[in-house]
């Protein structure tokens, strides 16, 4: 295997950019979940693309945030973390917010400090006019020594083959480093608790979604059909009238996000799908080390 790439990537940026986007666009599926709110990743997600010259493992970092609790801390060490492993470091802003305090704090603060070949992607493109493309990647020149700067929509699939042909040039030569088949280093409970959080945070508002963690207790193939997957999950909230807002007037909440999330892992996992859901109230669960591992929040 003559030439042929493979290392390891890291997607940065504040909540929001558009990192998990990207990610699940380049590998053509679901393996970071997505929603508006802010902090929706919170575990480092791994993402190979096998291509024909290259292997390239994506990292989707959780934004680096602020926070004194547990959880926030292990969510900025695993984003630190991923950072400081990569080969390459893709920077993502976003077109239409321009260079915010936030981005260039980070640019400071993190990609200023770790010295790697870095991408600059300037994302969601589709929201601002063409000519205002260029004066941003005037200004970007200005502020650090991209390797390279690459305007896409994530969402609109603009530009997303070049910027991957960019990204090889700039890994090590290397054997591919994961086996051919392998997608994602995402356990299967971890997986399926990550499809139902999302539910959860796209389907609740205020701090509901922040006090919510999932656990997937159980995972069982029906005794004929092994086509069928019987799931018991647990919504952890952190207070009682958080339980009944995730549970809704006659259960209707609980009934809308066990819905969702089964036709989606239904459709991810091309299996039948029993979900049985359950709501506890577990306060303070960000500062408990036993179930931040069992989610795992804490690699
Ligand atoms: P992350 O927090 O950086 O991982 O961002 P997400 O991938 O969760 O995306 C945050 C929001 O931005 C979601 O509502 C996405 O649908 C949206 N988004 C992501 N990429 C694009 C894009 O290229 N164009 C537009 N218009 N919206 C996008
Ligand atoms: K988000
Ligand atoms: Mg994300």
Redesign the pocket.
């Known amino acids: 295997m003559e030439n042929f790439k493979a290392g390891f990537v890291a997607i940065v940026?504040r909540?929001?950019?558009?990192?998990?986007?990207?990610l699940n666009n380049i590998l053509q599926t679901k393996i970071?979940i997505?929603?508006?709110k802010?902090q929706?990743?919170r575990i480092r997600v791994l993402g190979v693309k096998h291509d024909k010259d290259a292997q390239i493992i994506f990292i989707?970092t959780p934004?680096v945030q602020k926070g004194t609790d547990l959880l926030t801390k292990s969510v900025v060490e695993s984003a630190v973390s991923g950072m400081e492993g990569a080969d390459v470091i893709l920077f993502?802003i976003e077109a239409d917010k321009g260079w915010t305090p936030e981005d260039k704090q980070i640019l400071e603060n993190y990609i200023k400090k770790l010295q790697k070949p870095t991408i600059l992607v300037i994302?969601?493109i589709?929201?601002i006019q063409r000519d205002l493309v260029l004066p941003l990647i005037e200004e970007s020149t200005k502020l650090y020594d991209f390797k390279e700067i690459v305007p896409?929509?994530?969402?609109?699939n603009i530009n997303i083959d070049r910027l991957v042909e960019v990204i090889k040039k700039y890994l090590p030569e290397s054997p591919p480093l994961y086996p051919e088949d392998m997608i994602t280093d995402l356990p299967l409970k971890l997986y399926i608790a990550e499809i139902i959080r999302e539910k959860v945070f796209l389907n609740t508002r205020d701090e509901i979604p922040y006090s919510v963690a999932v656990e997937v207790e159980g995972i069982k193939e029906g005794d004929k059909n092994k086509n069928l997957l019987f799931i018991d999950a647990t919504i952890y909230v952190e207070k009682d009238n958080h339980k009944g807002i995730i549970i809704g007037k006659k259960g209707q909440m609980l009934k809308k996000i066990g819905q969702q999330a089964r036709e989606e892992l239904e459709f991810l996992l091309n299996k039948k799908i029993h979900l049985n859901l359950y709501v506890k109230v577990k306060e303070r669960w960000k500062e408990d080390l036993t179930l931040l591992r069992d989610l795992g929040y804490n690699q």
Not at 15 to 22: D, E
């Open positions: 940026g909540p929001n950019v558009g990192k998990s986007t990207l970071s997505v929603s508006p802010p929706t990743t989707d934004g993502i994302n969601k589709d929201k896409i929509s994530a969402i609109k």
